[in-house]
């Protein structure tokens, strides 16, 4: 699963930065959808990456099942999104509202799922493989995983997993604020640069916040910092999606079934989007890490 997770979240980087210069440089908030139609473009052109990343970590894992990865991987993201807006789409044309995506767009993001995307990320999987999926531990690893050691609460798994994400949503809280401006209250966002300054801060936060978090973890003597350094990442996601509650309710003037659902339905998938994505490089930067203090140690 921790494989699959990287998979598309590789992707999800790369896109955000390109689409954010993209718009920087070519000015596309100027132009009523051009932001999404890159955003698209960018995520199928940069699926070899997705099939790469997400390849060669399940290799060097030691998984078989390879192709599964690869269609996992590849559209999971894609079927989520496709899914939430299908369903938004039906309560759409069941109140008659404009929202209602066209029957024609639905086909030719499947074709551009199956036809492009798909093909891509195999080609990219193949070559991860091949060129960086053998094992590259630092030093032996028991088969046997021994007991661990009884500490205090603070040390926990589910505990470091809770407070990893607080500096990373502090780091990027006003920002927030004026991206749910400009999407829920239709407002002109076009301060790109600085969403990119605060792209790359909340980046090096994760990291630095996610190997502390690993160290603690280490220092007490648990082996299971894989997820953790994960999960420890992703919950910036959890706290963005609780503030888009106290935004839903008091900066904004939505009401009725199908307003609730669309603005809940987005910020879920904007929530995981972004929880997936903190998540991966909290747990890449760990990974070097890891391997860089386990380098030095000297075993018989």
């Known amino acids: 699963a921790l494989p699959i997770s990287c998979n598309f979240s590789a992707t999800i980087a790369v896109v ?4 954010i210069l993209f718009t920087i440089f070519g000015h596309l908030y100027t132009e009523r959808g051009s932001i999404l139609g890159t955003t698209i473009f960018v995520y199928a052109a940069t699926s070899p990456v997705n099939g790469y990343f997400g390849g060669s970590l399940y290799s060097r894992q030691g998984g078989h099942l390879w192709i599964k990865q690869m269609f ?9 999104v496709s899914g939430t807006a299908l369903l938004i789409n039906f309560i759409a044309i069941y109140y008659h509202a404009s929202r209602a995506i066209p029957f024609a767009s639905v086909l030719a993001i499947i074709a551009i799922c199956l036809f492009i995307i ?5 080609i990219g999987t193949i070559v991860g493989r091949n060129v960086a ?5 630092p030093c032996r690893v028991n ?3 021994r007991p661990i050691p009884e500490k205090k609460w603070f040390m926990e798994p589910g505990v470091i997993v809770l407070l990893g994400g607080v ?4 780091s990027i809280f006003i920002e927030m604020y004026f991206i749910f401006t400009s999407f829920w209250a239709y407002k002109v966002y076009f301060v790109y ?6 792209f790359i801060i909340v980046i090096t936060v994760t990291v630095c916040v996610t190997i502390v978090c690993t160290y603690f973890l280490l220092n007490s003597e648990d082996y299971r910092w894989q997820w953790t350094s994960f999960l420890s990442a992703a919950s910036t996601a959890v706290y963005v999606y609780i503030y888009s509650i106290y935004y839903f309710f008091f900066k904004t003037k939505m009401y009725g079934l199908f307003q609730t659902a669309f603005y809940f339905s987005y910020m879920a998938l904007f929530s995981l989007a972004l ?3 903190c998540g991966t490089v909290g747990y890449v930067g760990t990974s070097v890490f890891v391997k860089k203090i386990y380098a030095t140690v000297k075993i018989d």
């Not at 999926?133 to 531990?137: A, F, L, R, V």
């Not at 500096?167 to 502090?170: D, E, N, Q, R």
Request: charged share 5%.
């Open 167 to 170: 500096l990373p949503f502090g």
């Open 16 to 19: 955000a930065f390109f689409v």
């Open 133 to 137: 999926g053998q094992p590259d531990n």
């Open 193 to 198: 640069g600085f969403m990119l300054l605060v």
């Open 118 to 122: 798909l093909p891509l990320a195999l």
């Open 143 to 145: 088969t046997v995983p």
């Open 72 to 80: 996992c991987g590849a559209l999971l993201l894609p079927s989520m």
């Open 275 to 277: 929880g997936i994505l």
